[in-house]
């Protein structure tokens, strides 16, 4: 396979990601304006059963953080490769 035909699918990638990566940053600040607290206040208290928020909410709050990191993480490394791919 050409390089180029690698840029392109590494760059379709890399769009991929960063739409998945927009859409639950944006599910993060909706969660955080609806319970008025941070990301990092509720994985804080996440274990305190004095937090205003119903189990299924925290499994979903939770779950958005984690997926948000493996995103973010896939991102880097598709921008790596792609970079490593350019110097070539």
Sequence with gaps: MHYDEYEISMGR???????????LKSDLAKKEQRFAMTTQRF?????EELLPVEKKDRE?????????????????????????VKRQ
Excluded: P, T
């Excluded at 990638?13 to 859409?23: G, L, P, Q």
């Design 60 to 84: 979903r709050w939770q779950n958005d953080y984690r997926q948000l990191n493996e995103w973010q993480s896939r991102l880097q490394a598709y921008e790596e490769a792609l970079a490593m």
């Design 43 to 47: 994985l804080a208290a996440s274990g």
């Design 13 to 23: 990638e890399i769009n991929f990601c960063r739409s998945v990566i927009k859409r």
